[in-house]
């Protein structure tokens, strides 16, 4: 409490204020276009609770499970703990500036960036794995800063429990707790890591993570399966993109900011305790090149570097002319509707096509889930009814098959599958399904699922009524013939990306 008394009071009423509105847009925002692929995934595995997925950890299947049982299975209602996880980012990256000894204005400033910047209001609106990862990176650089700051061995018992829980969640984690462990021991106070708190914070670590560790490893570790595969498939294109990324992920307006919070504790020496967020930022980004990871991973890092970099930035600011002041605010203001427009679903799902869904892809994977089930119903009905019993819709990905889970039944459709990540486990479908099988997509010729799947004849293609330009666009429905018992042909397959 001491160590408390030497900040300034927590500006409670504007932050209170910002968090209030960011909720209501947020909550008057989420019902628009609909779910997301990923987040019928998630509300697909959440049926399913277990402590491992392919390629998820369980924390985000679990808060899908939650919001639905309590709020109701509709996009508004998953969403509503994508904006919880929002407001509590905003809140933690404001405490992180008073850390720095951020006054009412530089709080407010902070939560104002935070709230606004794109790839929050993205991670907010709908529910993602980088909704709860987001404020993981937050809370733990604050309980890392606090110990930095104070010396009290005893933040690392803080430290150890958000890094447990974030290691259920997302292991990118580990990139933060590398990049602040080698600030540390490059700047200091290296003396944070001469204490037993240390071993004792690790091992409440190693206890929260253990089930997430335990699952993984006896299924063969399927997460690196997928990274590897990911890395393989996108790295150079991640590794191009990577920097250009970085400066637009965030907004524009804030990269000054985040600039300004690199130098500042090197030119402040009371602030040299907070050295080691300035190095752990590019060994993050240097780490995420050498892997191929993609660019949007480092971004969680620059946000206590804006709540770092926005006192100086508004000194700069109040030293300024009138002329200074109002050509950063235009630019601010330019920046905050870009970031509205490519975060939030504000514009008719007919006018993302464009520059809308070539910044930002996402918008488009919300459109059109239920005119899909209903192409694939038209289809369905295209197998004879004397025949329908022992068909199966096979679907190419986890979207379609999450899609089809919750709007199929509406149109009559029984339980697909799909050899798609997780959906692998959770078939095959039985031996005595031995009809038509109705094939979402196509299969690659020479695959394996070629000789397992074939005859195949188109009989639809799925348009949605938006006409958005998104991944189900245009897909091609047919109706196959397998050649193999679903219990033989599954492991040939599955898909891991």
């Given at each position: 409490m001491g160590a408390d008394r030497e900040l300034p009071?927590?500006?409670?009423?504007?932050?209170?204020?910002?968090?209030a509105v960011q909720a209501v847009v947020l909550t008057?925002?989420?019902?628009?276009?609909?779910?997301?692929?990923?987040?019928?995934?998630?509300?697909?595995?959440?049926?399913?609770?277990?402590?491992?997925?392919?390629?998820?950890?369980?924390?985000?299947?679990?808060?899908?499970?939650?919001?639905?049982?309590?709020?109701?299975?509709?996009?508004?209602?998953?969403?509503?703990?994508?904006?919880?996880?929002?407001?509590?980012?905003?809140?933690?990256?404001?405490?992180?500036?008073?850390?720095?000894?951020?006054?009412?204005?530089?709080?407010?400033?902070?939560?104002?960036?935070?709230?606004?910047?794109?790839?929050?209001?993205?991670?907010?609106?709908?529910?993602?794995?980088?909704?709860?990862?987001?404020?993981?990176?937050?809370?733990?650089?604050?309980?890392?800063?606090?110990?930095?700051?104070?010396?009290?061995?005893?933040?690392?018992?803080?430290?150890?429990?958000?890094?447990?829980?974030?290691?259920?969640?997302?292991?990118?984690?580990?990139?933060?707790?590398?990049?602040?462990?080698?600030?540390?021991?490059?700047?200091?106070?290296?003396?944070?890591?001469?204490?037993?708190?240390?071993?004792?914070?690790?091992?409440?670590?190693?206890?929260?993570?253990?089930?997430?560790?335990?699952?993984?490893?006896?299924?063969?570790?399927?997460?690196?399966?997928?990274?590897?595969?990911?890395?393989?498939?996108?790295?150079?294109?991640?590794?191009?993109?990577?920097?250009?990324?970085?400066?637009?992920?965030?907004?524009?307006?804030?990269?000054?900011?985040?600039?300004?919070?690199?130098?500042?504790?090197?030119?402040?020496?009371?602030?040299?305790?907070?050295?080691?967020?300035?190095?752990?930022?590019?060994?993050?980004?240097?780490?995420?090149?050498?892997?191929?990871?993609?660019?949007?991973?480092?971004?969680?890092?620059?946000?206590?570097?804006?709540?770092?970099?926005?006192?100086?930035?508004?000194?700069?600011?109040?030293?300024?002319?009138?002329?200074?002041?109002?050509?950063?605010?235009?630019?601010?203001?330019?920046?905050?509707?870009?970031?509205?427009?490519?975060?939030?679903?504000?514009?008719?799902?007919?006018?993302?096509?464009?520059?809308?869904?070539?910044?930002?892809?996402?918008?488009?994977?919300?459109?059109?889930?239920?005119?899909?089930?209903?192409?694939?119903?038209?289809?369905?009905?295209?197998?004879?009814?004397?025949?329908?019993?022992?068909?199966?819709?096979?679907?190419?990905?986890?979207?379609?098959?999450?899609?089809?889970?919750?709007?199929?039944?509406?149109?009559?459709?029984?339980?697909?599958?799909?050899?798609?990540?997780?959906?692998?486990?959770?078939?095959?479908?039985?031996?005595?399904?031995?009809?038509?099988?109705?094939?979402?997509?196509?299969?690659?010729?020479?695959?394996?699922?070629?000789?397992?799947?074939?005859?195949?004849?188109?009989?639809?293609?799925?348009?949605?009524?938006?006409?958005?330009?998104?991944?189900?666009?245009?897909?091609?429905?047919?109706?196959?013939?397998?050649?193999?018992?679903?219990?033989?042909?599954?492991?040939?397959?599955?898909?891991?990306?």
């Amino acid at each position: 409490m001491g160590a408390d008394r030497e900040l300034p009071r927590f500006a409670a009423l504007p932050v209170g204020i910002v968090v209030a509105v960011q909720a209501v847009v947020l909550t008057a925002l989420s019902g628009r276009y609909g779910f997301h692929r990923d987040e019928l995934y998630f509300v697909a595995a959440g049926r399913r609770p277990d402590w491992g997925y392919v390629d998820n950890l369980p924390i985000t299947p679990w808060l899908a499970r939650a919001a639905t049982a309590l709020f109701g299975e509709t996009p508004s209602g998953l969403r509503v703990v994508a904006t919880l996880l929002g407001m509590a980012t905003v809140v933690v990256v404001t405490l992180i500036a008073r850390e720095f000894g951020g006054g009412r204005g530089v709080q407010l400033c902070t939560a104002l960036a935070t709230a606004l910047s794109s790839y929050v209001l993205v991670v907010s609106h709908m529910l993602a794995t980088n909704s709860a990862d987001v404020l993981v990176w937050s809370a733990l650089t604050l309980c890392g800063l606090r110990l930095l700051r104070t010396g009290d061995g005893r933040w690392w018992l803080a430290v150890g429990a958000v890094a447990g829980l974030g290691l259920a969640n997302k292991w990118l984690v580990l990139l933060l707790l590398s990049g602040l462990g080698i600030g540390v021991v490059v700047a200091g106070p290296r003396r944070v890591l001469r204490t037993w708190w240390l071993a004792a914070g690790v091992g409440i670590a190693a206890v929260l993570a253990a089930p997430v560790l335990l699952w993984q490893a006896s299924h063969g570790w399927p997460m690196l399966t997928v990274a590897g595969g990911i890395s393989e498939d996108d790295g150079a294109g991640n590794r191009l993109l990577f920097v250009p990324m970085q400066l637009v992920l965030l907004s524009p307006v804030l990269v000054p900011v985040w600039i300004a919070g690199l130098v500042r504790p090197w030119r402040e020496p009371g602030l040299r305790w907070a050295r080691p967020l300035t190095i752990a930022y590019p060994v993050v980004c240097v780490e995420l090149l050498i892997v191929g990871g993609k660019p949007y991973y480092a971004v969680p890092l620059l946000l206590p570097l804006v709540a770092l970099g926005a006192e100086p930035v508004l000194r700069w600011l109040g030293r300024g002319r009138t002329l200074r002041r109002a050509l950063t605010g235009a630019a601010a203001a330019v920046c905050v509707v870009v970031s509205v427009l490519i975060g939030l679903p504000v514009v008719p799902a007919t006018a993302l096509n464009g520059p809308l869904l070539a910044m930002n892809k996402e918008p488009g994977e919300q459109v059109g889930w239920p005119d899909f089930a209903g192409s694939v119903a038209g289809a369905w009905r295209r197998i004879p009814d004397a025949e329908r019993d022992t068909a199966v819709i096979l679907a190419g990905n986890y979207g379609e098959a999450g899609a089809l889970e919750r709007y199929g039944p509406e149109h009559g459709l029984p339980q697909p599958y799909s050899p798609h990540m997780s959906y692998a486990d959770w078939g095959p479908p039985p031996d005595r399904l031995v009809g038509p099988v109705l094939l979402i997509g196509r299969i690659e010729h020479g695959s394996p699922a070629a000789d397992l799947i074939t005859g195949c004849r188109a009989v639809a293609k799925h348009h949605n009524a938006a006409g958005v330009d998104n991944e189900e666009e245009g897909v091609t429905l047919s109706l196959c013939t397998l050649t193999r018992p679903w219990s033989v042909a599954w492991p040939q397959l599955r898909q891991y990306y």
